[in-house]
């Protein structure tokens, strides 16, 4: 059978910098049960968390980058990279078409994304509100955003 290239879609979803394992632990669990294919961290590297209840480590795999540069050299051929923020130019969630293929990438806790990471992003999003989410449950939205758009 024949497969029509732009219904072959996959994604992957992780933090630049972040500052608390659990959050790692809590994207890890929630990208696992909303069908992401990998996660990663970049610039620290994640230690085992008790968040992650579901052992999600047994079912998707955690790569980690040394830097952003690392990160962007080795994004999978073809795929977006979409920056999660929130910035003034960041396409609103409710009205964003999310690409077959995409790397989703949050930012640090305490800082976001910085300027020069976000020149880089193919797209970015923003999700509603006037004050900013836990990074792993902004994550979580976007993924569950993408899964809802997608298997319409
Ligand atoms: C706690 S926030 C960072 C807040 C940081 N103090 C700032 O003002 O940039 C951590 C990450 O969660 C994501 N995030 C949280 N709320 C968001 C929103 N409303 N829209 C898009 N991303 C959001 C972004 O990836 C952000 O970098």
């Not at 992957?12 to 790692?24: A, D, T, V």
């Not at 909303?34 to 955690?62: C, H, M, N």
């Not at 999003?125 to 809802?148: C, F, T």
């Amino acid at each position: 059978m024949k497969v029509k290239a732009d219904n072959a879609n996959y994604f992957g979803i992780g933090i630049l910098q972040h500052k608390r394992g659990h959050n790692i632990g809590t994207l890890w669990r929630s990208a696992h049960i909303l069908g992401a294919s990998y996660i990663f961290t970049i610039g620290k590297s994640y230690k085992k968390q008790t968040s992650d209840v579901l052992k999600s480590w047994r079912e998707i795999p955690l790569f980690h980058y040394d830097d952003f540069d690392d990160f962007y050299k080795h994004i999978p051929y073809n795929s977006q990279l979409v920056g999660v923020e929130m910035v003034p130019d960041a396409e609103y969630i409710k009205e964003y078409k999310h690409t077959p293929r995409a790397v989703y990438l949050l930012g640090a806790e305490d800082k976001g994304l910085p300027e020069k990471v976000l020149e880089r992003c193919h797209h970015i999003v923003q999700l509603p509100g006037l004050k900013s989410l836990n990074v792993a449950v902004a994550g979580s939205i976007v993924m569950y955003d993408r899964i809802a758009k997608l298997e319409k």
